[in-house]
């Protein structure tokens, strides 16, 4: 065990030593508007969570920070754990907070940190080209962030290589780059043409079941989900049709929940009617599947042959109407 702890130690020692980020601070000064409440949460943003690291006490409408943390980063602020957060970038300098509660946090002010204000720009703009942001700000913790949040699902694992070679080298040892590393070498490995990697997760009365129980017999789809997931809900009308059409043609679905809870997840099966195989491991984004499958968003699906080769990915309503068409 010592020796586990002390090679933890040692990579967050070389991750701080090879990167812009340092131990630091976080000193915010701030006020809640339009809200009455007791503490305000400060939280670090890690794989698409945020987990609270510290809180201050609200006094006459007014909460003050000065945290030990790593800089630049992101970090969030909340006054309920349960509901969501401001997201900020923040670097080495003290900011000043505006924190406003309602419709989202979306009224809320952050000012003092340049890298809060390039985000709150990235976000103003429409239709960005992510290489040319990069390219624009290749030392920026946003622009590292734009690549792994909001492009690198729709992006080639070559894409995706390009992009990271585009940031600066000081950014090449954060958590983010290293998870898009991670990622490149994922994607590579579900590409069609490769074998399906198999695994095992519960269904809703807890019995385990593996994917490669439900292979052999024609085309599997692999469905990636969840009920909180408006863009899924929308897609699942489709995918009930196209499963009563083929599935005395040899065709199946095998849907794997991102949901958090149980009672969600069966909800979501039981109102849209979906009646193949699910299963989950109820660990949101933590889902050891969508991990093994470099899931990043979701609706995401991978189409499966009788031998366990993936023959298509991502396919939508029309597109898999398509290709079960030309295969069935």
């Known amino acids: 065990m010592k020796k586990k702890v002390f090679f933890a130690i040692a990579g967050v020692a070389c991750l701080l030593s090879c990167t812009n980020q340092k131990e630091s601070r976080i000193v915010i000064d701030g006020k809640v508007a339009n809200a009455e409440v007791e503490k305000v949460y ?32 992101i970090y969030g602020l909340t006054v309920d754990v349960q509901r969501g957060q401001l997201m900020m970038f923040l670097d080495a300098n003290p900011v000043q907070v505006v924190l406003d509660p309602s419709e989202g946090y979306r009224h809320s002010e952050v000012t003092g940190s340049a890298e809060h204000d390039l985000y709150v720009d990235y976000l103003s703009q429409d239709d960005v080209v992510i290489e040319d942001f990069i390219r624009a700000h290749p030392k920026s913790l946003v622009a590292t962030y734009a690549l792994y949040r909001n492009f690198s699902y729709r992006l080639s694992p070559e894409e995706i290589q390009a992009n990271i070679q585009l940031l600066d080298s000081s950014l090449w040892k954060t958590e983010y780059v290293k998870t898009l590393n991670v990622l490149v070498e994922t994607l590579l490995s579900v590409a069609p043409g490769k074998q399906a990697p198999d695994f095992t997760a519960d269904d809703p009365d807890g019995r385990a079941v593996s994917l490669s129980s439900r292979l052999g017999n024609g085309y599997v789809l692999l469905d990636f989900w969840a009920s909180w997931c408006p863009p899924c809900r929308q897609e699942n009308p489709h995918l ?28 979501g099966i039981e109102d849209d009617e979906l009646t193949w195989m699910h299963v989950s491991d109820l660990k949101y984004w933590h889902s050891a599947p969508a991990a093994l499958y470099g899931v990043r968003a979701i609706p995401s699906n991978f189409l499966i042959d009788k031998d366990g080769v993936i023959v298509a990915k991502n396919l939508d309503g029309d597109g898999l109407e398509k290709k079960l068409a030309e295969l069935l």
């Open 240 to 267: 009930v049709a196209l499963y009563r059409q083929y599935r005395d043609k040899g065709f199946d679905i095998f849907s794997v929940s991102l949901d958090r809870t149980k009672d969600a997840w069966l909800k």
């Open 42 to 73: 400060l939280q670090k943003f890690e794989e698409k969570l945020f987990f609270v690291i510290d809180s201050a006490e609200v006094v006459d409408g007014s909460f003050h920070f000065s945290t030990a943390a790593t800089l630049p980063e």
